[in-house]
């Protein structure tokens, strides 16, 4: 039930491009995806709606097919800030959203 | 304003001992949520509060874990007899309506650490 995220670990230079991948075996009605940095609460990034109604970051983007129940984040022209560990969050039911195990992401200047 | 804040920040105790967690969300929101981070890992769902009703409790692990929201406001994770598998970061989160498309805004947590 829990979303597979990929990949697990990502290291990039600065300025270089990423794509972070999520996955269910469950129907989606929203993904949900959070950055976390070491030690920190995870902050919000963006949310994926079903019907196409994205909401979120100026700078990040992202798709989410609702056939493959997939979504992906897209992160251009990396900074150092982006570091951390990403975690899409992917909402099954009404209320609850289930947490894929994270990727991280390592920016060296 | 201000954002979801968790009290204490670290907690060390002894196995056997009993624990409270607290969670103070942010003003307005009626769902609150608890989740339990182990190292490595994305949040772990444990209850859900919708006012003062915990409306899904299915992710607590067991008769040890209790949570509370008397007031619909700060919420209060309570572990009796701890054991060292308790040992993890417990963090909170709010969102305006509790549907499934609210933004979730997370404290800091509580690390637990159990001796």
């Known amino acids: 039930q829990q979303p597979v995220q990929s990949p697990q670990a990502v290291i990039l230079r600065e300025g270089e491009d990423a794509v972070i991948n999520c996955s269910s075996s469950?129907?989606?009605?929203?993904v949900h995806w959070y950055r976390q940095k070491h030690g920190e609460a995870p902050v919000f990034l963006m949310i994926l709606l079903k019907g196409g109604e994205q909401k979120g970051h100026e700078k990040i983007s992202a798709s989410f097919n609702e056939k493959k129940q997939q979504s992906s984040l897209y992160l251009t022209a990396s900074q150092l800030s982006y570091s951390g560990t990403y975690f899409c969050?992917?909402?099954?039911?009404?209320?609850?959203?289930?947490w894929g195990a994270g990727t991280k992401l390592i920016i060296k200047p | 304003g201000a954002g979801v804040s968790q009290t204490p920040s670290n907690k060390v105790t002894e196995k056997g001992k009993y624990v409270e967690l607290r969670c103070d969300p942010i003003?307005?929101?009626?769902?609150l949520y608890w989740y339990r981070q182990s190292l490595g890992q994305g949040p772990e769902f444990l209850i859900y509060f919708q006012g003062t009703g915990a409306a899904d409790d299915s992710g607590l692990p067991n008769d040890r874990f209790f949570a509370v929201r008397p007031e619909g406001s700060v919420s209060t994770l309570k572990i009796q007899r701890t054991e060292r598998g308790d040992s993890a970061v417990y963090l909170c989160?709010?969102?305006?309506?509790?549907?499934?498309?609210?933004?979730?805004?997370f404290g800091p947590g509580t690390r637990l650490t159990v001796l």
């Open positions: 969050g992917t909402s099954i039911s009404n209320y609850q959203l289930i």
């Open positions: 003003s307005g929101h009626t769902a």
């Open positions: 989160a709010s969102s305006l309506g509790g549907q499934g498309t609210d933004t979730q805004y």
């Open positions: 469950k129907a989606l009605y929203s």
